[in-house]
């Protein structure tokens, strides 16, 4: 058996036969035969992911070409997302470590390092302050 070659199309060719099939200038079917889409399903997903609607059934309107980010800006947006996840990353990975130390320093140092519920101290240490003479 023979696999059929997978075809990828560039998001500026996908947002093109998106608009063309909002604006009414082709249907879906007609758009997916001009254009040899040979998926029957793509030009919706496609619409579906442009749309940002999480509700299929309402019609959502969509921007025009020059709202959607180009590749450059997108290929930008995904290098500062990765960035900020790895920052996040390591930022998560300190405060597991300062958490351990503390509790490894409690354990060893037979001491209370952690805070504890303020509010209850907090309460008991006014009320010491406040007794009448």
Not at 38 to 56: D, P, V
Not at 77 to 91: G, H, I, N, P
Not at 94 to 99: G, S, T, V
Request: proline share 2%; aromatic share 10%; hydrophobic share 30%.
């Amino acid at each position: 058996m023979s696999k059929k070659k997978v075809i990828r199309y560039s998001e500026s060719f996908k947002w093109k036969v998106v608009q063309e099939v909002i604006t009414g200038k082709f249907r879906k079917e007609e758009a997916r035969k001009i254009y040899g889409i040979r998926s029957n399903c793509s030009i919706l997903y496609w619409m579906r992911k442009y749309s940002g609607n999480t509700s299929y059934r309402t019609c959502k309107k969509l921007g025009t070409f020059a709202d959607m980010p180009h590749d450059k800006e997108l290929q930008e947006l995904k290098a500062k997302v990765f960035s900020l996840e790895q920052e996040l990353r390591s930022a998560n990975q300190r405060a597991d470590l300062f958490q351990r130390m503390i509790e490894v320093a409690e354990e060893s140092l037979n001491i209370d390092i952690k805070k504890k519920s303020g509010a209850q101290l907090l309460k008991a240490s006014s009320e010491k302050t406040k007794r009448p003479q």
